[in-house]
């Protein structure tokens, strides 16, 4: 048994080289009928048409598009929601194309793709208008509960595929059995309900689960906007995503932002708030002018007067920039939160709810005592 098992391990590569340039077809290349071709097995007669055959299909130019724009070649036509989309085998090379694009250098960096796993996340973003370009799904369920909303996007392509082609590409342990493509937004134009005048910056957080906690919190508020400025992780990346829960699709985003800019983008009558823990280092970042300095009692502020909190990652904190950005307001100050002698502090996504939370409340409770006041007239 040793001997015939070294006997195909040596003779294997010198079979598959004479096979190749013969132009064998691949059957006769296994490796279990490798000694009963060498020793006695009839070559197939139709072994030259095999070769010809080969030789001008890698002739021809691969096109992927060609291979995805084969309409009604074999399309399906799903009963419960008639939608087409295509049958693909396993390992077919539309997605292994596609996947591979999609993690390439250049497409990253470029920044043109973006990729969905997950019902709730492609449903989120299919209510926000983004145009998706790809949809991989393994179960016709996954397509019934997207049938609504897949209607108004009829340039998208849809593929069912084996569930362990989607494990294989998943960036998940367990994969949820579908999966999207969809072009990358530069921003988020969501308005939703009872917007608060609130608008979060975030300076320096390069953790992604972190700035997808950040997002969810202002979402849940609702901000008016969310600011990620350049520097930071991708709001889009895969781990914030998660982190936000789809959080990035439901409260207006733009990114990356420059410093120069935000003159431009906050409105005149705003008020700047920097969440700083150590204020020491805030006094030594910048000018020896003293800086105001508020407790967790944040200060009074009108309902309708805009304000902006800067935020800083766990690591490298505020920039800067920030602070030169609160000198350029009125009634600005640095924010910080009593804390236990235990507790050094708080993590970005704790810091930034409680702070957010507590200017709501004040908000709401002057807007309450308003309109009472205007009962009572």
Known sequence: MRDDRAKKILLKPIWLIFSSALGFPKEVTDVEKLEEDLFGREIPQNWTEKREKRYRHQKKPKSTEKSQNTDGVDQKIDKSTNLAYRDLKFRDPIIRDTMML????????KGQLLLLEGRRLIEDALKSNMQMK????????????LSDLLKYSPHSQLFRVTYRDLSLWSQLTTSPGILAIFE???SIQSRPKN?????????????????GSVIRICAALPCREVLVMKGCTDPFDGKSLRGGAGGQFHVPLRYPVNWEDLQEILPED????????????????????PLDVAE???????????MTLIIGGETHGISEE??????????SACLHIPLSECVESLNTASALAVILFELRRKLLEKRKLENYVQEEK
């Open 102 to 109: 999609l993690r390439s250098g250049k497409r990253q960096k």
């Open 134 to 145: 790809k949809l991989f799904f393994s179960r016709p369920e996954e397509l019934e509960e």
């Open 195 to 211: 917007i608060l005048p609130i608008s979060v910056i975030c300076d320096n957080i390069r953790e992604p689960n972190n700035l």
């Open 270 to 289: 705003n008020s700047v708030f920097v969440a700083e823990n150590n204020v020491e280092k805030a006094l030594n970042f910048t000018e020896k002018k």
């Open 296 to 306: 967790f009692f944040l200060p009074e502020q009108n309902p309708g007067h805009h």
């Open 184 to 186: 990358r937004p530069t």
């Open 322 to 331: 920030g602070y030169r950005l609160m000198k350029l307001y009125k009634n």
